[in-house]
């Protein structure tokens, strides 16, 4: 669906007659653009963030960049002061779904438009936000599982989760849509479901706990490549073979986890890409321009395994 986003009049004016105070030639008025990031959990973080600082660069944007360091009062705070500063347009990349609608509100009263990217959030209010870029997460979490009813067999099959950020949309999702599979399939049993904060160093953590809790796991479902890196760390260390001893399936498919699969030591990874910087900047001008735009861009994610993993590894780009 096309969409515009009507900013209150007053606010409209002020966004494209502030380019005529400084030196006076409004053509070349800088966009002054907030992004507040969740913080650097992950690789698929990291690259995100760079992708995002590259383009910002690359159009000559007055980028404001906020680390959240995974709090959300820490974004909250950062949103408030973009709005102090008066930029143009707001990107945000939510850590948690709920409690955003009185920052927003904000926004929305100071006429500037916020740009979700990445992970969506819970709301009463749509209009609070402009537009959504991102991925699909319960399809993620379904595609996990079709790989695994396919290609795992067996009467009584263990399943241990390794969960994201709680509280987080792609926790929450890619749960969500593994779950729907699972449940219609009888010989496949979640055993247990942790948090390992979408962190390497969580999930080898918790995966070693998990190993001494049971003498029997055949499969890690991985919310996130990290962990699963961080999991394969302390199988590894408990002389067992992961990709064979216990089958590995993780998202995002950041370059290290295509090394992991052709090194037989993951099974299944299900993409989810970062890279939104063009994208996202091409959406705000959109917006700030008044022009048509997509209000929700989903992204199309692909799964490569050991059949295809190899073919396509050189020309991953994170
Ligand atoms: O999968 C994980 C990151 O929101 C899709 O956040 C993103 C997730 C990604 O920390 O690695």
Known sequence: MLTRFVAPSLMLASVFLSGCGGGGDSAEKKLKIGFAQVGAESVWRTANTDSM???AAKRGVDFKFSSGEGKQENQIRAIR???AQGVDLIILSPIVETGWDPVLKEAKRAGIPVL???REI???DESLYAAFIGSDFVEEGRLAARWMV?????DNVKIVELEGTPGSAPAIDRQTGFREIVDKHSNFKIIESQSANFRRSDGKDLMESLLKLHSEIDVVYAHNDDMALGAIQ????AGLKPGKDIVIISIDAIKEAFEAVVAGKINCI???TPLFGPLAFDMAEKILNGEP???RVVMKDKVFDQTNAAAAIDSRMY
């Open 53 to 55: 600082q590259r383009e």
């Open 81 to 83: 002061s973009f709005v």
């Open 150 to 154: 396919e290609n795992v067999k067996g």
């Open 116 to 118: 979700l990217m990445d």
């Open 270 to 272: 299900v993409e989810c």
């Open 122 to 124: 819970e709301t009463s």
């Open 293 to 295: 735009y997509e209000r």
């Open 234 to 237: 302390a199988i590894e260390a």
